[in-house]
Nanobody, 119 residues
Framework: QVQLVESGGGLVQAGDSLRLSCAAS????????MGWFRQAPGKEREFVAS????????NYGDSVKGRFTISRDNTKNTIDLQMNNLKHEDTAVYFC????????????WGQGTQVTVSS
């Protein structure tokens, strides 16, 4: 059974940093793209960042470019999201997700972790 478990969320002040981690288990993810999404109250889910587990290629949403960094640890099977210079508008529930590399549909999702940035 595939599981994606997020951790690292919390309450921080604007300008602070936070690191989220996603522990992936239940299958081999070498042919998968792993992503982070977020959803704020009353808003649609937003793409944050993604990384190819195979070659490490990354993509970022425009609102986080230059502030967030996604990375993977092949030995630990984790996907991390380093978030720097956090803003109030980064407040959301952050979800880890995975999709096969040949599709654009994310088929595995975690339960989410809350990030709250006070202004």
């Amino acid at each position: 059974q595939v599981q994606l478990v997020e951790s690292g969320g919390g309450l921080v002040q604007a300008g602070d940093s936070l690191r989220l981690s996603c522990a992936a288990s239940g299958r081999t993810f070498s042919s998968y793209v792993m992503g982070w999404f977020r959803q704020a109250p009353g808003k649609e889910r937003e793409f944050v960042a993604s990384i190819s587990w195979h070659n490490g290629n990354t993509n970022y949403g425009d609102s986080v470019k230059g502030r967030f960094t996604i990375s993977r640890d092949n030995t630990k099977n984790t996907i991390d999201l380093q978030m720097n210079n956090l803003k109030h508008e980064d407040t959301a529930v952050y979800f880890c997700a995975g999709r096969p590399i040949f599709t654009l549909i994310y088929i595995y999702w975690g339960q989410g972790t809350q990030v709250t940035v006070s202004s």
